[in-house]
């Protein structure tokens, strides 16, 4: 007669541990997409720039939060000189956004965006790819023709 009351215990242990071992792997996925993504502040390859990636939108953009000091001046008083159009050129480099458009192309990677470099004023289309080691590849690319550069994590 026992058996009953075993089985109506049992069965609602049973269901809070099922529920427990499927939060945690939720909890666990969760976390491997969060660090499959690469929002957060970066190192330019050469390490003279952070560029800040954030949302906006549905997309992801990114912005210069950092730049080391030029040569014979003070980086936060740099501007966007470069840029092809003349009413642009007072513009700082610090805060200007240099990456947009980007989405999801596949775990671990962004494409559709565009990368604006203030050194020569171009804007190219580009990619992103974030490695296992938490390394950002990120490419300019001119048709079929890319350059790829390596971010490392700054925060």
Same mark, same amino acid.
């Given at each position: 007669?026992? =058996?009953?009351?075993? +089985? $109506?215990?049992? #069965?609602?242990?049973?269901?809070?541990?099922?529920? /427990?071992?499927? @939060?945690?792997?939720?909890?666990?996925?969760?976390?491997?997409?969060?660090?499959?993504?690469?929002?957060?502040?970066?190192?330019?390859?050469?390490?003279?720039?952070?560029?800040?990636?954030?949302?906006?939108?549905?997309?992801?953009?990114?912005?210069?939060?950092?730049?080391?000091? =030029?040569?014979?001046? +003070? $980086?936060?008083? #740099?501007?966007?000189?470069?840029?092809?159009?003349? /009413?642009?050129? @007072?513009?700082?480099?610090?805060?200007?956004?240099?990456?947009?458009?980007?989405?999801?192309?596949?775990?671990?990677?962004?494409?559709?965006?565009?990368?604006?470099?203030?050194?020569?004023?171009?804007?190219?289309?580009?990619?992103?790819?974030?490695?296992?080691?938490?390394?950002?590849?990120?490419?300019?690319?001119?048709?079929?023709?890319?350059?790829?550069?390596?971010?490392?994590? /700054?925060?």
């Amino acid at each position: 007669m026992s =058996r009953p009351v075993e +089985s $109506a215990i049992r #069965a609602p242990v049973i269901t809070s541990l099922c529920a /427990a071992a499927a @939060s945690a792997l939720l909890l666990a996925a969760t976390a491997a997409a969060a660090s499959q993504s690469p929002v957060g502040t970066w190192y330019t390859q050469d390490r003279s720039a952070k560029v800040r990636i954030a949302p906006c939108g549905q997309k992801l953009c990114g912005q210069i939060v950092w730049a080391r000091d =030029r040569a014979g001046g +003070s $980086a936060a008083a #740099a501007r966007d000189a470069a840029n092809p159009d003349p /009413a642009l050129r @007072s513009r700082p480099i610090i805060g200007l956004q240099i990456i947009r458009d980007f989405t999801p192309a596949g775990p671990g990677k962004w494409g559709g965006g565009k990368i604006y470099d203030p050194n020569s004023g171009r804007t190219y289309a580009s990619k992103m790819s974030l490695s296992a080691q938490g390394v950002l590849k990120v490419e300019g690319c001119v048709s079929v023709i890319c350059q790829a550069q390596t971010w490392t994590q /700054a925060d």
